[in-house]
């Protein structure tokens, strides 16, 4: 796992994601989620690649309930990119590292 992925938690989601400079591509994720840990090297490669441009999070959604039900989150992965404190775009299922850099990039 890239060192450059940030573990976000419902303690820090504002500080971490909301209040960010950067652009988040926060994944909404499990440990016992198939396709979860399928794109997780996928999001290691981005989050190396647009280092300084954007930011990767992970939310564990076991562990932090109340975020995950703020945004809605019913399966999972499920990947919000957030600008600004906004969500820009949403993404349910996984998805190649191609189309998640479309993604980031219509928001930079």
Same mark, same amino acid.
Request: glycine share 4%.
């Given at each position: 796992?890239?060192?450059?992925? *940030?573990?976000?938690?419902?303690?820090?989601?504002?500080?971490? $994601?909301?209040?960010?400079?950067?652009?988040?591509?926060?994944?909404?994720?499990?440990?016992?989620?198939?396709?979860?840990?399928? *794109?997780?090297?996928?999001?290691?490669?981005?989050?190396?690649?647009?280092?300084?441009?954007?930011? *990767?999070?992970?939310?564990?959604?076991?562990?932090?309930?109340?975020?995950?039900?703020?945004?809605?989150?019913?399966? *999972?992965?499920?990947?919000?990119?957030?600008?600004?404190?906004?969500?820009?775009?949403?993404?349910?299922?996984? $998805?190649?590292?191609?189309?998640?850099?479309?993604?980031?990039?219509?928001?930079?």
């Amino acid at each position: 796992m890239s060192e450059k992925v *940030i573990h976000a938690t419902d303690a820090d989601f504002d500080s971490t $994601v909301l209040q960010s400079s950067e652009p988040v591509l926060v994944d909404f994720w499990a440990e016992w989620c198939g396709p979860c840990k399928m *794109i997780a090297p996928a999001l290691d490669e981005l989050a190396e690649t647009y280092d300084g441009k954007v930011k *990767i999070a992970k939310v564990n959604v076991d562990h932090n309930r109340s975020t995950a039900m703020k945004y809605h989150v019913r399966s *999972i992965p499920m990947l919000l990119l957030f600008k600004d404190g906004q969500v820009q775009a949403t993404q349910i299922g996984a $998805v190649g590292k191609a189309q998640l850099a479309q993604m980031i990039d219509k928001a930079l």
